[in-house]
């Protein structure tokens, strides 16, 4: 619980856009459970809330005593303390406005939650689902949640030089991994944006690999994917260590990677295509006979969650807007030798983007 750093006046102004939104989408009132997109409208962070938005009584939350101070303290709309389930509480408001078109958000909602609802519900209303409207508002970011993305990234850039600094050979992958989160706590992080990814050797060529207790053996790649939550707010960064001396293979992949990087983030500007971005970097890739070894997307929007709107694909066709927060982030991943990827977190800007990380792409021989 603390005094979100962005004004009460912008909570207020994302609701209300909501609200005058209704109409155009043909409801009578939007419910909002809990999640991101409920921090987004009204900047509460307890773990149990709903939100209804109608266009008589505006915004108005429901939680249970547990967060009757907190949400006093975080939340500048009316607030309803229910001592029961709360989707009681929100069919009873729902009743007393006599609304009849609910939109509510299928991917966030549980099916308990909807089933508990719908049945309560007066006779001539219904639940509508609606997807991605919340999340499309937080794509673009204001300068208040852009400030705390930079710290954000700060804060995992300066975990990583303080940690990359003491690998040694022998050192466990979890242990590594466990330095970085403490590392990035003790600078002021709420938590790491994900479970923190180390991945030695050839299991390097795992994407998404979790540590293990491998350790970091002479002559291996090791790829290091972290970030940090603060105040809401996530980073995401790569970079790569190598134990020993990097033979030729190892500096060509690299190279293919750093330059497909290099590529995308200069094709990133408002107005650009997210699927220019992604082929950007696909096009240094196959120069190098290495674009099937890219199997996933050059990058994604982050905010309140670590993986948001925009998605940076081939088959993407979204148009990218000035102030979206995005990673760029494209790898090779060979089986049975390993894996590299680049990964900086940008700011996209009306001429360009500005590159949040601060920390050397160079590999760092270890």
């Given at each position: 619980m603390y005094a979100s750093p962005i004004a009460p006046a912008e909570y207020e102004a994302r609701a209300r856009a909501v609200r005058e939104g209704l109409a155009e989408r043909k409801l009578d009132a939007l419910l909002v459970s809990n999640g991101p997109n409920l921090r987004y409208l009204t900047g509460f962070t307890g773990d149990n809330a709903n939100l209804l938005i109608t266009p008589a009584a505006g915004a108005l939350l429901f939680t249970d005593p547990r967060f009757e101070i907190q949400a006093a303290r975080e939340v500048s709309c009316a607030v309803k303390i229910a001592p029961g389930p709360l989707v009681m509480e929100v069919a009873?408001?729902?009743?007393?406005?006599?609304?009849?078109?609910?939109?509510?958000?299928?991917?966030?909602?549980?099916?308990?939650?909807?089933?508990?609802?719908?049945?309560?519900?007066?006779m001539n209303a219904e639940a509508l689902g609606v997807r991605g409207w919340i999340e499309g508002l937080r794509m673009v970011k204001s300068p208040a949640e852009l400030a705390l993305i930079r710290r954000a990234v700060e804060i995992s850039s300066q975990a990583f030089e303080q940690v990359a600094a003491k690998v040694r050979v022998g050192m466990k992958e979890s242990v590594l991994a466990a330095e970085l989160e403490f590392r990035m706590r003790r600078l002021g992080a709420e938590k790491p944006s994900f479970e923190t990814i180390v991945a030695a050797g050839e299991r390097s060529a795992l994407p998404h690999a979790q540590p293990t207790a491998e350790r970091l053996c002479e002559g291996g790649?090791?790829?290091?994917?972290m970030g940090a939550f603060h105040q809401g707010y996530a980073s995401d960064m790569t970079r790569m260590l190598f134990v020993g001396k990097p033979g030729a293979k190892v500096k060509r992949a690299y190279r293919a990677v750093l330059e497909a990087q290099l590529a995308a983030i200069d094709a990133v500007k408002a107005g650009r295509a997210t699927a220019a971005v992604d082929r950007a970097a696909r096009r240094v890739l196959a120069g190098y006979g290495l674009e099937r070894a890219f199997v996933h997307s050059t990058g994604h929007g982050l905010g309140l969650e670590i993986h948001e709107p925009p998605r940076l694909g081939r088959r993407d066709k979204r148009r990218l807007e000035a102030g979206m927060s995005i990673t760029i982030e494209p790898g090779v991943y060979l089986e049975g030798w390993g894996g590299i990827r680049i990964e900086d977190t940008v700011v996209v800007t009306k001429n360009g983007c500005e590159v949040l990380t601060p920390t050397s792409k160079e590999l760092r021989v270890v």
């Open positions: 009873e408001a729902i009743r007393r406005q006599a609304v009849k078109r609910i939109g509510f958000e299928p991917a966030r909602m549980t099916y308990d939650a909807y089933q508990g609802l719908v049945p309560r519900l007066p790649l090791v790829v290091v994917d």
